[in-house]
């Protein structure tokens, strides 16, 4: 078993805590883990991505090699696509479609949301929208999260029991905020995919 | 023993408090920051008081390090490479001086300059002062030469330097931990001017030092990091340095290498290990990430033809972080092609954060300036930075630590005027007292901008040294106090800093302007704590 994730965002909008959820549940699983972040400069509001990857065999490269990443996980619709190059021929993307708008060349929505479809494998999805119906509005990075678990080669139950960890400081409520942001997200993706 | 999750940053900074060492000495700088900063809030550091407070500057760090080693103490002292530039002066002299107590200077360099001015390739540095250097291939190594460099440095009695690269310091993964030591007793150094760097007593030292580089080399050649793996196919050998030994491993799963290939961790160069591979192999190829410091030093000048392979006959690229299809291609193997970036696809450069209060000094300095002509402003290195960049396009320059103020005073020199600089206030106090002191003794017409938002931003947060006693340093220093201002960077108060910044830039003589307002990011956070770690024992 392996997963390669690029996970895709933009400067504080989470991507991190994806990260250390999925790390989290890969642990319960004794599971190899290599995580590469960026800090400094790049993250004050400029496009950032991590490569993610869980093997069940020692992992040798910080870095994943162009063309085999099993998911990106994007929660911006545009920083999804810049990371194609490493997207593997049937690798999912799957992808927040609530843009970021911090730039004035923004590309127009619609072809933004075409060039996703595109893609064989691809899951678009509001999760901002679905963050707020859960009463979870902060939450749209674990939609995301639950929208992508289903490709992930790590149980669900781990992953809820990775917010478990990571969020029981801030006690219970934002915990289960947190769930069931997953939860939404994952349930989306089981009537979405294709 | 445990399993700790942990960035290679982090890691060096567990193996050093497993190594028994009793302080870290550093300024922030990425991406070396997180060594400090583990050390700052790891439970035994803490009950055992390891010293982990911020210093001013690389130097003054290197300065305490070797002050703590001199009282027979393990010490760590870390930096960013451009950072060793501003410490080389006590780096390279502490070769000399030789150590008391074990030190270890940690150097993160930044291949493909994720945040920073230059690539440079800290390992010359190492090869410069003459001292031993160990470079780990991941975040298992970084622990385990942290924690057993202390011993390898006492052993020499010389400063031992671990040289990183951004990913591996960056990345996380599982180490496994080894039994704490206790710290070392206070004790003297035997020598009683072995720390005297007189002429008569350099010499001699530096003798010495030179008498111990077979030493290091027997070091090298017996160390566990540097490890030759045979194989049948000899066309071609591979000498992986550092972290390019797992971009190499990413291409042959499990450590099956059909090639000869040297896995290199310590210098100097382990000779009779290189001359093998050099000797058995047709070509062989060097993987380094930096500057091609083991190809120069195998392939010397006059050999144009030879066999020796890397960033200098384009096997790999000369400039950039080393990544596993750059391995693959120089080594012809296969390389998937992955998907193309579609071109609507656009550029999202970092910026000042919304709110943050550099960006209403700069709408006010862009409108004073409107009056001067612009191509006037010096600036510095810090989240200000960001102010060359559009839609503020208000600074010409961003040189080292300090340079604004040194660089303003040049051109005020050249007759320039206004001639401003706009700095930080923990840049300030990492480089910038002294040069204000150069305009202050001139009296040099300049406008400094001391945007002093609390805190060393850039990094994430640090204390700054300057907090709380920003006006008094100017003061003290000889700047007229009527010249210290201060301001509030709001936009109501927008007219008021033009009209400020309009008098100083008037007054023919050195004037301190400081806006002053809390980074909204340490701000949010000192409100609430949400900081999320991930750094979670595994059993
Ligand atoms: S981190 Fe602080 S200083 Fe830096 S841009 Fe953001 S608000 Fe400004």
Same mark, same amino acid.
């Given at each position: ?194 | ?411 005020? /020199? %050249?007759? &320039? ?5 706009? !700095?930080?206030? =923990?840049?300030?106090?990492?480089? #910038? $007292? +002294?040069?204000?002191? /150069? %305009?202050? &003794? ?5 406008? !400094?901008?001391? =945007?002093?938002?609390?805190?060393? #931003? $850039? +990094? ?12 008094? !340093? ?66």
């Amino acid at each position: 078993m392996k997963s390669d994730i690029i996970l895709a965002g933009v400067g504080g909008q989470g991507i991190l805590s994806i990260a250390a959820v999925v790390g989290m549940a890969a642990l319960e699983n004794h599971l190899y883990l290599k995580q590469a972040e960026v800090h400094g400069m790049s993250q004050r509001g400029g496009a950032v991505q991590s490569h993610l990857r869980i093997s069940e065999r020692e992992i040798a490269s910080d870095l994943i090699p162009e063309g085999r990443a099993d998911i990106i996980i994007s929660v911006e619709p545009m920083e999804s696509l810049r990371y194609l190059p490493w997207l593997s021929e049937n690798g999912w993307l799957v992808t927040n479609t609530t843009p970021f708008v911090n730039i004035t060349d923004y590309p127009d929505m619609k072809m933004l949301l075409a060039e996703i479809e595109k893609l064989p494998h691809n899951i678009a999805i509001n999760a901002d929208e679905i963050a707020r119906q859960v009463k979870s509005p902060r939450s749209s990075n674990m939609v995301v999260l639950g929208a992508a678990s289903p490709f992930i080669d790590i149980p669900y139950q781990s992953l809820e029991n990775g917010i478990k960890k990571i969020f029981e400081r801030k006690g219970k409520k934002i915990v289960q905020l947190n769930i069931d942001a997953l939860k939404a997200g994952r349930d989306f993706s089981a009537s979405h995919m294709k | 023993m445990e399993k700790l999750l942990l960035l290679g940053a982090e890691a060096i900074a567990q193996g050093a408090i497993d190594g028994g060492m009793s302080g870290v000495y550093a300024y922030p700088g990425t991406p070396s920051t997180e060594i400090t900063e583990y050390v700052q809030h790891n439970k035994i550091a803490i009950e055992r008081k390891l010293h982990s407070q911020w210093s001013t500057n690389e130097k003054t760090a290197m300065e305490a390090g070797l002050g703590m080693s001199y009282a027979g103490k393990r010490a760590m002292v870390c930096m960013k490479h451009v950072g060793l530039n501003v410490a080389a002066d006590a780096f390279i002299n502490s070769a000399i001086t030789g150590v008391n107590g074990g030190l270890i200077v940690t150097v993160a360099d930044d291949p493909s300059m994720h945040s920073s001015q230059n690539e440079q390739d800290s390992r010359f540095f190492g090869k410069f002062a003459m001292i031993p250097i160990l470079e780990p291939a991941n975040q298992q190594e970084a622990y385990d030469m942290a924690y057993e460099g202390f011993e390898l440095s006492e052993k020499l009695k010389i400063p031992i330097m671990m040289r990183i690269t951004t990913r591996l310091s960056h990345s996380r993964a599982g180490i496994e931990t080894r039994p704490m030591k206790q710290e070392n007793k206070l004790k003297y150094p035997e020598d009683p001017i072995q720390f005297v760097l007189l002429p008569s007593n350099a010499r001699k030292r530096y003798k010495g030092l030179l008498g111990l580089q077979s030493l290091m080399e027997q070091e090298a050649e017996r160390s566990s990091f540097n490890t030759y793996y045979p194989a049948r196919n000899k066309s071609i050998g591979i000498i992986a340095c550092g972290i390019a030994f797992n971009y190499l491993m990413e291409n042959y799963p499990d450590r099956k290498f059909p090639h000869p290939v040297l896995q290199l961790g310590q210098y100097p160069l382990p000779f009779s290990k290189v001359e093998k591979i050099v000797n058995e192999c047709e070509h062989v190829l060097i993987l380094e990430d930096g500057y091609p410091l083991v190809e120069e030093m195998l392939k010397g000048y006059l050999d144009k033809n030879s066999k020796i392979k890397g960033r200098f006959d384009g096997s790999i690229p000369r400039d950039g972080e080393l990544n596993p299809d750059i391995v693959a291609k120089a080594l012809g193997l296969e390389v998937k092609a992955g998907k193309i970036i579609p071109s609507i696809v656009a550029d999202r450069p970092p910026e000042l954060c919304a709110g943050c209060a550099h960006r209403d000094i700069y709408l006010a300095l862009n409108e004073t300036m409107k009056e001067f002509g612009k191509q006037k402003v010096f600036s510095d290195i810090g989240c200000y930075t960001l102010g060359a960049l559009p839609p503020w396009n208000s600074i010409n320059s961003c040189v080292d630590m300090g340079a604004s103020i040194t660089m303003a005073k040049g051109a005020a /020199d %050249a007759g &320039v005027h206004p001639a401003i600089a706009v !700095i930080g206030d =923990s840049t300030f106090t990492h480089s #910038g $007292m +002294t040069a204000l002191l /150069d %305009a202050i &003794v001139e009296n040099t017409p300049v406008t !400094i901008i001391i =945007s002093d938002n609390g805190t060393t #931003g $850039m +990094t994430g947060g640090q204390a700054s040294h300057a907090t709380g006693r920003l006006e008094e !340093i100017c003061i003290g220093l000889g700047v007229k106090p009527e010249h210290v201002r201060v301001l509030t960077p709001l936009p109501k108060y927008h007219d008021e800093m033009v009209n400020v910044l309009r008098e100083e830039m008037l007054y023919e003589g050195v004037s301190v302007v400081i806006p002053r307002r809390e980074c909204i990011q340490t701000l949010g956070r000192s409100k609430k704590d949400v900081k999320v770690k991930m750094e979670k024992v595994l059993k």
